[in-house]
C-alpha cells in the first residue's frame, strides 16, 4: 500500500490542491512561503502519529485567509492495497475492486463556536471509519531548524523512550526499570543523611519527628530512566563523549538514526510515513547525500515482503521538504514536485492595470515532474544534466539559460557593472535569477519542464534564452541555427501559452566574435594574449579581416581555449575598464530578466 495523492481544499495556501506520490521517496521544493510546510502538516493532520501523541491540531486559521467558506479539508488516496489490507481497510475502499483506500478529514467552523473537533471520513460514501481503521497509517515527523543536542542529550526523554519501549520484546517496563535501577550505597550518602538527620531531628522532635534519606526514586518508571540517560557520540574508535562536544550536523545525523531504529521496529502498521522537513540542516552536501540516500534506503528495505502475509505490511514511505539543490540534484526527476506560490489567473499580471483593485492573495499550487508531458529520451537528458548547478532553476522563478560556462560567469559580471549599474532595485531582481549552462544548443526539455503548467502553475514565472547565431557554420543565404531554435522554443512556448514568459536572444556568431564586434577590442586583446602570451601575430592577422572572415577567425582563435578561464580573465578585465561596450543581445537578456 502506498499514498498516490493528497487532497487539499481552503487549507492554509491551498484553494485547491492536489499533491502526487511517488512509490518510495517525494521530495518538495520550491521557493521560501511557498506551501510545503502546509503539504506536510496536512499528512499530520490525517494521519496518526507513530508516538500516539498528536502535536498538531485543526484550528482556524488554517482555513485558508479571507475564505468566505470557513472550512477545510483533507482527503488522502492510497493505492495497491493487498488482500489482508483490504480487510483491515474495508470502510475506506473507494470501489468493489477494493484496491484504493481514501481517509478525509473536514473541519467546519461555520456558525460554531471553538473548540471545533474535526470530522473524518472513510471510502466512497464519506462514512465513520471503523475503529482502528486509520491507526493502520501512520506518520513520524522530522521538523525543520531540530535542536538534535537537545532531543538527545537534555532532560527531555521523548526519543530514548520510544527506544527503550521498541526494544522491551515482551519485558513488563516496571521490570526493565527496576533492573536499570541505581543504587544508592556509596558512603559518601550516609554520611550526607547523618548531616541533615542532626538538624532535621531537632526541627521535628516533638513535633511529628521525621527520618530523610538520599537517594534515587524507590518507584522509577522506564521514562524516568530514558529522561536521565544520555546519547554521546564521538569519532569512529575514540570513546564517545557527551554531545555538547559535537558538532550540530553529526548530532543531527545521530537524532535521524534513532528515529530510523524507531522506524524498522515498528511492525503493528500498514504503512508510517516519514516527514522529513530540511534534511540538510546543518549538513554540508557530502552529508546531505548521505542523508538522502540513507533515507531512500530504508524505504526500499521496509517494502520486503513480511513471512506473514497477514500481518500489517510495514512499509514505509518518504516525504522531504527542501530548499537544497543539493538534495534535489541527487534524485530522479520523477521524485521531485515542485511547489509554486502563484496569484489565480484571474489575478494574472497583465500590462494594463485593472481600473478597481481586487484584493490578491497567492495560491500553492504543485507541478510533479513525473507527470509533465516529457517523452523518455528528454526526462533521460533532465536526469543527466540535472546536477547542482542546473537544479538551482527549481527553486527561483526567474531563470537564464546559456549555452555555456562562459555567458554564466561573464553576465553578472556585466549586469553589476554596467546595465544594471546604479539600478538597486533591479540588481536585486536580477540576484535572484538561476543561470543555467546548459552544456550544449538543445534547449528544448529545460524550456519545457520551466513552461509546462500543470494545475494552472509553471516552474518559471520569467525566462530568457541566450544562444549563439552560428552564422560561420552555414553556407551563405541559409537561416542561422540560433535563429531556428528560436523559433522552436518560441513555439514551444505558444503551445503552453507562456508566449509572455519566455524571451529568446541570439547573437550572429559567437561570444567571443560578438564582444569583439560590440567595439571591445583592445580589452579582447589583452584577455586573448593573456591566455596565449606567443600569439599576438595571430590575433593581429584576425582582426585586420572584416565580416564573415573576421567573426570566424576570431572564433578559431579562442577554440582551444577552456571557456571557464576565458570568462575568468574577460571578467576581470571588465572589472577593470570603464569602456567595456555591452554587446547588444546581452544587454536586451538582462534587461528582459529584471522586467
Same mark, same amino acid.
Given at each position: 500500500?502506498?499514498?498516490?495523492?493528497?487532497?487539499?481544499?481552503?487549507?492554509?495556501?491551498?484553494?485547491?490542491?492536489?499533491?502526487?506520490?511517488?512509490?518510495?521517496?517525494?521530495?518538495?521544493?520550491?521557493?521560501?512561503?511557498?506551501?510545503?510546510?502546509?503539504?506536510?502538516?496536512?499528512?499530520?493532520?490525517?494521519?496518526?502519529?507513530?508516538?500516539?501523541?498528536?502535536?498538531?491540531?485543526?484550528?482556524?486559521?488554517?482555513?485558508?485567509?479571507?475564505?468566505?467558506?470557513?472550512?477545510?479539508?483533507?482527503?488522502?488516496?492510497?493505492?495497491?492495497?493487498?488482500?489482508?489490507?483490504?480487510?483491515?481497510?474495508?470502510?475506506?475502499?473507494?470501489?468493489?475492486?477494493?484496491?484504493?483506500?481514501?481517509?478525509?478529514?473536514?473541519?467546519?467552523?461555520?456558525?460554531?463556536?471553538?473548540?471545533?473537533?474535526?470530522?473524518?471520513?472513510?471510502?466512497?460514501?464519506?462514512?465513520?471509519?471503523?475503529?482502528?481503521?486509520?491507526? =493502520?497509517?501512520?506518520?513520524?515527523?522530522?521538523?525543520?531548524?531540530?535542536?538534535?543536542?537537545?532531543?538527545?542529550?537534555?532532560?527531555?526523554?521523548?526519543?530514548?523512550?520510544?527506544?527503550?519501549?521498541?526494544?522491551?520484546?515482551?519485558?513488563?517496563?516496571?521490570?526493565?526499570?527496576?533492573?536499570?535501577?541505581?543504587?544508592?550505597?556509596?558512603?559518601?550518602?550516609?554520611?550526607?543523611?547523618?548531616?541533615?538527620?542532626?538538624?532535621?531531628?531537632?526541627?521535628?522532635?516533638?513535633?511529628?519527628?521525621?527520618?530523610?534519606?538520599?537517594?534515587?526514586?524507590?518507584?522509577?518508571?522506564?521514562?524516568?530512566?530514558?529522561?536521565?540517560?544520555?546519547?554521546?557520540?564521538?569519532?569512529?574508535?575514540?570513546?564517545?563523549?557527551?554531545?555538547?562536544?559535537?558538532?550540530?550536523?553529526?548530532?543531527?545525523?545521530?537524532?535521524?538514526?534513532?528515529?530510523?531504529?524507531?522506524?524498522?521496529?515498528?511492525?503493528?502498521?500498514?504503512?508510517?510515513?516519514?516527514?522529513?522537513?530540511?534534511?540538510?540542516?546543518?549538513?554540508?552536501?557530502?552529508?546531505?547525500?548521505?542523508?538522502?540516500?540513507?533515507?531512500?534506503?530504508?524505504?526500499?528495505?521496509?517494502?520486503?515482503?513480511?513471512?506473514?502475509?497477514?500481518?500489517?505490511?510495514?512499509?514505509?514511505?518518504?516525504?522531504?521538504?527542501?530548499?537544497?539543490?543539493?538534495?534535489?540534484?541527487?534524485?530522479?526527476?520523477?521524485?521531485?514536485?515542485?511547489?509554486?506560490?502563484?496569484?489565480?489567473?484571474?489575478?494574472?499580471?497583465?500590462?494594463?492595470?485593472?481600473?478597481?483593485?481586487?484584493?490578491?492573495?497567492?495560491?500553492?499550487?504543485?507541478?510533479?515532474?513525473?507527470?509533465?508531458?516529457?517523452?523518455?529520451?528528454?526526462?533521460?537528458?533532465?536526469?543527466?544534466?540535472?546536477?547542482?548547478?542546473?537544479?538551482?532553476?527549481?527553486?527561483?522563478?526567474?531563470?537564464?539559460?546559456?549555452?555555456?560556462?562562459?555567458?554564466?560567469?561573464?553576465?553578472?559580471?556585466?549586469?553589476?557593472?554596467?546595465?544594471?549599474?546604479?539600478?538597486?532595485?533591479?540588481?536585486?531582481?536580477?540576484?535572484?535569477?538561476?543561470?543555467?549552462?546548459?552544456?550544449?544548443?538543445?534547449?528544448?526539455?529545460?524550456?519545457?519542464?520551466?513552461?509546462?503548467?500543470?494545475?494552472?502553475?509553471?516552474?518559471?514565472?520569467?525566462?530568457?534564452?541566450?544562444?549563439?547565431?552560428?552564422?560561420?557554420?552555414?553556407?551563405?543565404?541559409?537561416?542561422?541555427?540560433?535563429?531556428?531554435?528560436?523559433?522552436?522554443?518560441?513555439?514551444?512556448?505558444?503551445?503552453?501559452?507562456?508566449?509572455?514568459?519566455?524571451?529568446?536572444?541570439?547573437?550572429?556568431?559567437?561570444?567571443?566574435?560578438?564582444?569583439?564586434?560590440?567595439?571591445?577590442?583592445?580589452? =579582447?586583446?589583452?584577455?586573448?594574449?593573456?591566455?596565449?602570451?606567443?600569439?599576438?601575430?595571430?590575433?593581429?592577422?584576425?582582426?585586420?579581416?572584416?565580416?564573415?572572415?573576421?567573426?570566424?577567425?576570431?572564433?578559431?582563435?579562442?577554440?582551444?581555449?577552456?571557456?571557464?578561464?576565458?570568462?575568468?580573465?574577460?571578467?576581470?578585465?571588465?572589472?577593470?575598464?570603464?569602456?567595456?561596450?555591452?554587446?547588444?543581445?546581452?544587454?536586451?537578456?538582462?534587461?528582459?530578466?529584471?522586467?
Amino acid at each position: 500500500m502506498q499514498p498516490t495523492e493528497i487532497e487539499l481544499t481552503n487549507f492554509r495556501t491551498f484553494s485547491q490542491g492536489t499533491v502526487y506520490f511517488q512509490p518510495k521517496l517525494t521530495v518538495l521544493v520550491g521557493e521560501n512561503n511557498g506551501g510545503k510546510s502546509n503539504i506536510i502538516d496536512a499528512i499530520r493532520l490525517i494521519s496518526t502519529p507513530l508516538s500516539g501523541r498528536r502535536e498538531i491540531y485543526c484550528e482556524e486559521s488554517d482555513v485558508r485567509f479571507g475564505s468566505t467558506e470557513r472550512a477545510f479539508e483533507i482527503a488522502a488516496t492510497f493505492s495497491g492495497l493487498s488482500a489482508p489490507q483490504q480487510g483491515r481497510l474495508l470502510s475506506a475502499t473507494t470501489d468493489d475492486s477494493m484496491t484504493v483506500a481514501k481517509f478525509g478529514l473536514k473541519y467546519d467552523t461555520t456558525g460554531k463556536r471553538p473548540p471545533v473537533r474535526p470530522t473524518l471520513w472513510a471510502g466512497r460514501f464519506k462514512s465513520v471509519p471503523e475503529p482502528g481503521c486509520q491507526e =493502520m497509517i501512520r506518520h513520524v515527523y522530522l521538523p525543520p531548524l531540530r535542536d538534535a543536542k537537545r532531543a538527545l542529550a537534555s532532560g527531555n526523554p521523548t526519543r530514548i523512550n520510544a527506544l527503550l519501549n521498541h526494544f522491551l520484546a515482551g519485558r513488563d517496563p516496571d521490570d526493565v526499570a527496576k533492573s536499570l535501577a541505581r543504587e544508592a550505597d556509596d558512603p559518601i550518602l550516609t554520611n550526607v543523611d547523618a548531616a541533615v538527620t542532626l538538624g532535621l531531628d531537632a526541627l521535628t522532635t516533638g513535633v511529628r519527628q521525621q527520618s530523610a534519606s538520599l537517594g534515587f526514586s524507590t518507584e522509577e518508571k522506564l521514562i524516568d530512566i530514558a529522561r536521565d540517560l544520555r546519547f554521546k557520540l564521538s569519532d569512529y574508535g575514540i570513546k564517545p563523549e557527551d554531545l555538547r562536544y559535537s558538532g550540530h550536523g553529526f548530532a543531527n545525523l545521530l537524532y535521524m538514526a534513532t528515529i530510523a531504529v524507531e522506524l524498522e521496529k515498528v511492525d503493528n502498521a500498514d504503512l508510517t510515513l516519514f516527514l522529513v522537513e530540511e534534511p540538510e540542516a546543518h549538513l554540508h552536501p557530502q552529508l546531505q547525500a548521505a542523508v538522502l540516500s540513507f533515507l531512500e534506503e530504508r524505504a526500499t528495505k521496509s517494502l520486503t515482503p513480511k513471512s506473514d502475509p497477514n500481518a500489517p505490511a510495514g512499509h514505509m514511505q518518504v516525504l522531504v521538504a527542501t530548499h537544497s539543490p543539493n538534495l534535489s540534484a541527487w534524485v530522479a526527476s520523477s521524485e521531485i514536485v515542485v511547489i509554486r506560490s502563484t496569484f489565480p489567473e484571474s489575478f494574472q499580471e497583465t500590462e494594463e492595470p485593472p481600473a478597481v483593485l481586487t484584493p490578491r492573495r497567492r495560491e500553492t499550487r504543485c507541478i510533479p515532474i513525473a507527470r509533465l508531458d516529457l517523452t523518455d529520451a528528454e526526462r533521460r537528458k533532465i536526469d543527466r544534466y540535472l546536477d547542482v548547478t542546473k537544479s538551482a532553476l527549481l527553486f527561483g522563478g526567474r531563470v537564464i539559460l546559456v549555452e555555456g560556462i562562459a555567458e554564466s560567469l561573464l553576465i553578472p559580471v556585466i549586469a553589476k557593472h554596467y546595465v544594471l549599474k546604479n539600478r538597486i532595485d533591479d540588481l536585486r531582481k536580477f540576484r535572484s535569477v538561476a543561470f543555467v549552462p546548459i552544456d550544449g544548443v538543445d534547449f528544448t526539455p529545460y524550456v519545457k519542464i520551466l513552461l509546462m503548467t500543470f494545475n494552472g502553475a509553471r516552474i518559471a514565472d520569467r525566462l530568457v534564452v541566450l544562444t549563439d547565431g552560428d552564422k560561420t557554420t552555414v553556407a551563405v543565404g541559409n537561416d542561422l541555427p540560433g535563429d531556428k531554435r528560436k523559433s522552436a522554443l518560441n513555439a514551444l512556448a505558444v503551445a503552453n501559452d507562456a508566449r509572455q514568459v519566455l524571451d529568446v536572444f541570439v547573437n550572429t556568431y559567437s561570444l567571443e566574435a560578438e564582444i569583439v564586434a560590440a567595439g571591445n577590442v583592445s580589452i =579582447m586583446k589583452k584577455v586573448f594574449l593573456d591566455l596565449h602570451p606567443q600569439s599576438e601575430q595571430k590575433w593581429e592577422a584576425a582582426i585586420s579581416l572584416t565580416g564573415d572572415d573576421q567573426a570566424k577567425s576570431i572564433q578559431n582563435l579562442f577554440t582551444t581555449t577552456r571557456k571557464g578561464d576565458f570568462a575568468q580573465v574577460l571578467a576581470e578585465q571588465i572589472n577593470r575598464s570603464a569602456h567595456f561596450i555591452v554587446p547588444d543581445y546581452i544587454g536586451k537578456a538582462i534587461e528582459a530578466l529584471v522586467k
